[in-house]
């Protein structure tokens, strides 16, 4: 166990800038690895890293049901405004209803796919919940190689896939923040 002090740690990073971005990693990863408990590793086995896709494809996908809200808006103002229909209320009460549905299934669908790399395997974990469920893995000593794909928005707001090549075909790791620590971490443990 290493203890590094906040003013060692500033100090560390006004010297070394770089460092930074690994440091903010490998704690979001024990973050999330402690949210989720025991479930990703077996005897001898521990979680080096473990992510959910980046951020803004959550936001991007919640900009839906976010703006179905914003269509209740006008039939709420309608009803309270003097028009008391029955209908008015049951057609503004189906739209926000439908776009808080939308809104917990995107998040819900965004918070069960995983990327986890332990000290023995990389695993990705695709799941919808009640329709699907993927889950592909390797053990790192059958890693041939990995690369980082990512084109201009994903360098701008720093998410990219990390394509990892095995003996028997290939796994993408779909947009994850920060590629390069993660396939720092990937060739640390190879």
């Known amino acids: 166990v ?62 839906v049901p976010i703006g179905v809200i914003l269509a209740s808006i006008p039939l709420w103002t309608g009803f309270f405004a003097g028009s008391f229909s029955l209908f008015l209320l049951t057609v503004s009460g189906l739209v926000t209803a439908l776009g808080i549905g939308m809104l917990l299934w995107f998040w819900l669908d965004w918070s069960n796919d995983y990327v986890i790399i332990t ?13 699907y469920e993927s889950l592909q893995e390797s053990p790192l000593e059958a890693i041939l190689s990995d690369d980082i794909v990512t084109d201009f928005w994903g360098r ?33 443990l190879r």
């Open 2 to 63: 290493a203890v590094l002090s906040h003013d060692a740690y500033i100090r560390l990073i006004r010297r070394y800038p770089m460092v930074e971005g690994s440091f903010k990693v490998i704690y979001r990863s024990y973050l999330l690895n402690n949210q989720q408990g025991e479930v990703w590793h077996t005897d001898n086995e521990t979680v080096r890293y473990i992510a959910r896709k980046h951020e803004v494809f959550l936001y991007l996908r919640l900009l």
């Open 119 to 131: 000290n023995r395997r990389v695993i990705y974990q695709e799941r919808v919940v009640l329709m």
């Open 156 to 188: 701008w707001l720093g998410f990219g896939n990390v394509i990892v090549r095995t003996f028997t075909g290939t796994m993408t790791l779909p947009r994850l923040a920060v590629p390069r620590e993660v396939k720092m971490i990937l060739g640390e």
